[in-house]
């Protein structure tokens, strides 16, 4: 699990059941005591205690009887009217199946809020962007004069690898005839393999950088053409 997502499950969890009640609306603390006084005066009405045990008769008492401890009670008023209702106990599953349901609402909840705080960091991104676009550029025709620099200057660094290349063959030539001439008894030099070796694999570094120079020129081509889109969107507005 990433850290990030870890620390906002955290965070969410310790503030879940604030989160819960959010979805409604908020009670004020004066409507929070006034319903605390009219619990208290229903308790304070209650006289007596009727239940139906798990065995099915009914049970009552002045306190509440043992077997009523596990199921839903009744507290009863001196004139045997019901006045306050007390839900049974959670079973060892309730109480699992609630915290599993717990857990899967503060999993959303610290998604919810990974997603939003990673979409408007990236919102924030792609502002500063755009403010130095505008800061770079005084007009679409700036943008193209970069472009057609960074070509030059692309085109100049291909050119340079190409003339490196041009010599290394020329060498290779060279040692081709230096092969033949051994060949015909003439002894070669002591760095002959070497020096074959070393230009064969000088040729191998110098064809790879020129594949990436051109690519390069592709890469340059779709920057700039991207950069230009951008800054008509943001002058001129979207394309339609």
Do not use: H
Request: charged share 35%; aromatic share 4%.
């Amino acid at each position: 699990m990433p850290r990030s997502f870890a620390a906002a499950l955290l965070l969410a969890c310790a503030v879940l059941p604030t989160q819960l009640l959010a979805q409604t609306t908020a009670p004020t603390a004066a409507e929070k005591e006034k319903a605390r006084a009219k619990e208290a005066a229903l308790e304070a009405q209650v006289r007596s205690y009727r239940c139906v045990g798990k065995d099915g008769k009914k049970y009552y008492g002045a306190t509440k009887p043992v077997e009523c401890a596990y199921v839903a009670t009744e507290g009863l008023s001196a004139q045997g009217m019901v006045v306050r209702r007390y839900a049974a106990p959670l079973t060892v599953e309730q109480r699992a199946e609630r915290d599993a349901e717990a857990l899967k609402n503060a999993e959303k909840i610290a998604a919810a809020e990974t997603a939003k705080r990673e979409a408007e960091s990236a919102a924030l991104v792609q502002k500063r962007r755009d403010q130095a676009l505008l800061q770079t550029y005084a007009s679409e025709k700036d943008i193209e004069s970069v472009r057609l620099r960074a070509l030059a200057d692309n085109q100049k660094a291909q050119q340079d690898v190409e003339r490196r290349i041009a010599g290394l063959r020329k060498r290779q030539d060279e040692f081709a005839k230096q092969a033949a001439a051994v060949k015909a008894g003439k002894a070669p030099s002591d760095t002959f393999e070497q020096d074959v070796k070393a230009v064969a694999y000088d040729l191998q570094l110098q064809e790879r950088l020129l594949e990436s120079r051109k690519k390069e020129a592709e890469t340059i081509n779709a920057k700039y053409a991207e950069e230009k889109r951008k800054y008509l969107e943001l002058t001129r507005g979207p394309a339609k």
